[in-house]
């Protein structure tokens, strides 16, 4: 799930459906569902909105929509089982990893054209999170190494092994300062992106899946394995421990 840049609409995936959705956050009501053949996995949005790109792990491809008629505008075929994507703050560059493989492909999204290849992961990267100024991505990976990426040079800038394991998700702070890794043991780790240091880590109550940052820094939000978690960065505290949807979470909540 992702909300456009306006935030008037969420746009939502399900591999298991087969299915696009297009939410109203006033009402919760669809705008419009589309049906793939395919199977519609993770999901991006150009910085103005206009765009919004579906990665399908059926057909190996990156669609393209139209996001003021929610209609497929192109295709991008990006190799076997594409799981995650990222757009740069410009809407330059397309970043996508894949299922199984220790790849990152760098996309050029006004012709579609592949323009590098990374490689550096041993076991699988399992997420990425560009910096806000679009200058760097950081990648973790399944092989427990948080990397640094300078995307003006398509080089690795710096690797840092993660003694909590393999990595399952990432975010970088809005003020670009820190990373964010969500690990396998259930733990978060907060890393200064300038002297690469882990600075404090952060327990969750079971194994994590995924991380994000709120706007204002303030907060983390860890999605785990059935149950999401809150964090307080300040105070190093947890806030929320909901099992989905347990306490009625609303977004002021955050």
């Not at 395919?38 to 765009?51: E, M, R």
């Not at 970043?95 to 290849?117: A, H, P, R, V």
């Amino acid at each position: 799930v992702i909300a456009s840049p306006a935030g008037d609409a969420y746009y939502v995936t399900s591999s298991g459906g087969s299915s696009f959705q297009v939410i109203d956050p006033s009402n919760s009501n669809t705008f419009k569902s589309m049906a793939y053949q395919s199977k519609p996995d993770s999901i991006a949005i150009s910085p103005d909105g206009a765009f919004i790109y579906i990665t399908n792990t059926g057909d190996n491809t990156v669609y393209v929509i139209d996001a003021s008629n929610n209609t497929v505008n192109s295709h991008i075929f990006v190799g076997k089982e594409p799981q995650g994507i990222a757009i740069t703050p410009d809407g330059t560059y397309l970043l996508n990893w894949s299922l199984g493989s220790d790849t990152i492909k760098i996309w050029e999204l006004e012709g579609g054209e592949e323009i590098q290849t990374l490689t550096g992961h041993a076991g699988g990267v399992s997420a990425c999170a560009i910096h806000p100024d679009g200058s760097r991505f950081v990648s973790a990976g399944y092989d427990g190494t948080l990397k640094i990426w300078d995307l003006t040079k398509l080089a690795r800038e710096h690797a840092k092994d993660n003694s909590a394991g393999g990595v399952r998700g990432v975010a970088v702070t809005p003020d670009g300062a820190r990373a964010v890794t969500g690990n396998r043991d259930g733990s978060i780790q907060i890393w200064d992106l300038n002297t690469r240091a882990a600075q404090f880590t952060l327990q969750c109550q079971e194994d994590l899946m995924s991380v994000a940052v709120t706007p204002d820094g303030s907060r983390v939000a860890a999605g785990l394995w059935e149950s999401l978690e809150v964090w307080d960065l300040k105070s190093r505290k947890r806030l929320i421990a909901d099992r989905w949807g347990e306490y009625g979470l609303a977004p002021q909540d955050f």
